[in-house]
């Protein structure tokens, strides 16, 4: 009797340790599915994140072709969306116009292109990629 009653004993503890060993794989698999599923979330929001601000920056920052930027009154900000202007050479601009004004000279400083090339810092080849943009006047 006392053979039965282990070997009854040893039947249930191995189907009590298949049984636990079966729901520990269960569980580290919905743990692992788990861990998939929120890592493609994750990727998904961080390239929409990506993407959202990609295009945020790109209509900011860029100037449409019928929009014209006045040399004689833009901020600072405003010339920092020209191309290959920063905020150095933005405020060089303003600096020589605002000089420029308080030597005597009155309303326009900038007549066309060729006279921005007397600011400080500012070439021929960036002042012709911007030209486009550019207009002068009052």
Do not use: H
């Amino acid at each position: 009797m006392g053979e039965e009653l282990s070997s009854q004993m040893a039947e249930g503890g191995i189907e009590t340790n298949t049984c636990l060993l079966s729901s520990q794989l269960r569980q580290r698999q919905i743990q692992a599915s788990a861990f998939v599923l929120s890592m493609i979330i994750c990727t998904g929001l961080s390239i929409g994140v990506v993407v959202c601000r990609w295009l945020w920056v790109g209509q900011a920052l860029g100037i449409d072709f019928q929009e014209k930027i006045n040399l004689n009154n833009a901020s600072v900000a405003s010339l920092m969306r020209l191309p290959g202007l920063g905020l150095v050479r933005a405020a060089a601009i303003v600096e020589y116009r605002e000089s420029a004004r308080q030597a005597g000279t009155e309303g326009i400083v900038f007549f066309d292109c060729n006279d921005l090339v007397k600011v400080r810092g500012l070439g021929p080849r960036t002042v012709e990629g911007m030209s486009k943009w550019l207009e002068f006047g009052q």
